[in-house]
């Protein structure tokens, strides 16, 4: 039986002046090491796989204009890391921010929240 599986690695941002180049990685050695890891964790994939698609955080940031490839937006790790995103008010007039990226964060429940709290903040301005 097929089956169509997604892994999703934690990796650090696409940052190629000071910081990690993801265009320098080989795409196969690094998939192949994913493998290995999860070989070495009791999932024996290696014989089962027949297409292999790869995406590293420069891709991502190529193809969908996400800055480094973080597709969430800030890191979300420390306790303080909720007071680097984005509000949904800016300072600027009739400019609202929403989505991942920012205030309260990233993942589609938040993401939803973050779009009632913008909606409502439209609203208001409209009404005054
Ligand atoms: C592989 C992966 C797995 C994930 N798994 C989960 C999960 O299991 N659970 C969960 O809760 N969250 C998950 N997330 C996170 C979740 O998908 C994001 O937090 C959420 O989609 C962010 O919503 P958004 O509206 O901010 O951005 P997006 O969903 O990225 O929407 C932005 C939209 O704007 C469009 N766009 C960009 N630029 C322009 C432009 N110039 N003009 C017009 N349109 C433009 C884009 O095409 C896109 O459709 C996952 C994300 C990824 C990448």
């Known amino acids: 039986m097929d089956e169509s599986w997604s892994v999703l690695i934690n990796a650090p941002r696409h940052q190629p002046r000071d910081g990690f180049n993801w265009d ?14 999860m070989e070495a964790k009791g999932l024996d994939i290696r014989s089962r796989v027949e297409v292999l698609e790869y995406r590293s955080p420069a891709d991502l940031e ?14 979300s790790n420390g306790a ?4 680097w995103r984005a ?13 991942g ?11 939803g929240i973050s ?14």
């Open 24 to 37: 320098e990685k080989s795409s196969k050695e690094y998939s192949q090491h994913i493998i290995n890891l």
């Open 62 to 75: 190529r193809n969908v204009n996400a800055p480094g490839g973080s597709i969430y937006g800030t890191s």
């Open 80 to 83: 303080r890391s909720a007071f």
């Open 87 to 99: 509000r949904n008010r800016s300072k600027i007039k009739n400019l609202f921010l929403v989505g």
């Open 101 to 111: 990226s920012t205030h309260p964060g990233g993942g589609l429940p938040l993401v």
């Open 115 to 128: 779009a009632e709290i913008v909606a409502e903040a439209v609203e208001e301005n409209l009404e005054q």
